[in-house]
């Protein structure tokens, strides 16, 4: 199976902050990557695919990028909506797996 | 708008067998473009996907899973179901249901971009 390996796995951030996860897969994965966000006691919701695609509706505040292997989410601004946890998941290669997430909390 | 929700006991005896249903509205899963798709999420909130079936009955599971879950279809019902064999506590999870849309003449998807409100599933004697 291919590791996804998230960091940090918590951030404390500030309203208006640029806020940046990285997720490193274990071997290539080409941009077959997807970031997805989860409040409390939701279900998770798709941000970006693709590596850097945004997802219909997604504030574009939101932005993925990828370099070989290394795969990143950045967040322009945080808004208090945004304080959640973050996973991103490879679909290159079945099963399809997920890093262990990151928590973005309030400084 | 497409939305999916989960049914199913909310706890499960060790040894015996889960069994999850995930109903479709909205949409037709018998319209094809999706993989119909289960996922767990476990208490220390690691997320493992399970498996998915296509509206034709083409399935693809887990390997780690694959000898105790199977997936399968309801077109008539617009239905979808889960069902782990053996279970025990490792298998305890709040579990989801969740549409990953296809790529034509691919395996691969774009992601899953709907999701139901998750069942938590306790095993326990």
């Not at chain 1, 795969?71 to 304080?83: A, K, M, N, V």
């Not at chain 2, 798709?37 to 390997?63: A, H, M, V």
Request: one cysteine or more; hydrophobic letters at 30%; charged letters at 15%.
């Amino acid at each position: 199976d291919i590791q996804m390996t998230q960091s940090p796995s918590t951030l404390s951030a500030s309203i208006g902050d640029r806020v940046t996860i990285t997720c490193r897969a274990s071997q290539s994965i080409s941009s077959w990557l997807a970031w997805y966000q989860q409040r409390p006691g939701k279900a998770p919701k798709l941000l970006i695919y693709k590596a850097s695609t945004l997802e219909s509706g997604v504030p574009s505040r939101f932005s993925g990028s990828e370099s070989g292997t290394e795969f990143t989410l950045t967040i322009s601004s945080l808004q208090s909506e945004d304080f959640a946890t973050y996973y991103c998941q490879q679909y290159n290669n079945y099963p399809k797996t997920f890093g262990q997430g990151t928590k973005v909390e309030i400084k | 708008q497409v939305h999916l929700e989960e049914s199913g006991p909310g706890l499960v005896k060790p040894s015996q067998t889960l069994s999850l249903t995930c109903t479709v509205s909205g949409g037709s899963i018998s319209s094809g473009g999706y993989y119909w798709s289960w996922i767990r999420q476990y208490p220390g909130k690691g997320l493992e996907w399970l498996g998915y079936i296509y509206y034709s009955g083409t399935t693809y599971y887990n390997p780690s899973l694959e000898s105790r879950v199977s997936i399968s279809v309801d077109t008539s019902q617009n239905q979808f179901s889960l069902t782990l064999t053996s279970v025990s506590a490792a298998d305890t999870a709040v579990y989801y249901c969740a549409r990953d849309r296809t790529i034509a003449g691919t395996t691969l998807s774009y992601g899953m971009d709907v999701w139901g409100q998750g069942t938590t599933v306790t095993v326990s004697s």
